[in-house]
């Protein structure tokens, strides 16, 4: 998930707090909806944690954070993630999304993701899709992305994979 991915869902979770009866009624749904934003923040503080302890004092860059899948259509999946780009004085220059089809045993796929994607905007990034060179993904399969980001001094850390799922025909 992206950062504003995370403040979308706390926002939805807080717009459903909101509307719930002000009774013992809604206690349970209440508990139920604050442990799905306390997992939201945890998950994302700990995220950040981890790349800052990880990068302090390297000059690599960040890896590329919240990593979010959708599925577009049957052969077809958008990835998106924050653009974490690290140090200054070495910029990102791109990111490494790689794909398994083997449950995230092997990532023999790799997509070189030029960063910035639009060279005119070098602020500009995700969303990349993947149709497999235009070929098209598997319908009603599965499939795992990671990536990473590079710069001139070399790769970061991986990225936490994520499991995503084309429509069936």
């Known amino acids: 998930m992206s950062i504003d991915g995370d403040l979308n869902a706390l926002q939805r ?20 909806f604050m442990r799905s934003i306390l997992a939201i923040m ?3 503080l ?14 690599l860059p960040f890896p590329p954070m919240f990593l979010e899948a959708k599925t577009i259509s049957t052969t077809w999946i958008q990835l998106d993630w924050t653009s974490a780009v690290g140090p200054t004085g070495h910029l990102l220059t791109e990111h490494l999304v790689s794909r398994s089809d083997d449950g995230g045993a092997t990532y023999p796929n790799e997509f070189h993701v030029a960063y910035p994607l639009d060279p005119m905007d070098p602020d500009s990034g995700p969303p990349w899709t993947d149709n497999d060179g235009g070929g098209g993904l598997t319908p009603d399969t599965n499939y795992w992305y990671k990536a990473v ?5 070399g790769d970061s850390k991986e990225c936490k994979p994520i499991l995503v799922h084309t429509l069936a025909v």
């Open 13 to 32: 979770y807080e717009n459903l707090l909101e509307g719930l009866p002000h009774d013992q009624s809604a206690i349970p749904q209440t508990a139920e």
């Open 149 to 153: 980001g590079t710069n001139d001094q």
């Open 42 to 44: 945890n998950t994302t």
């Open 46 to 59: 700990w995220d950040i944690f981890g790349v800052m302890s990880d990068v302090l004092g390297k000059d």
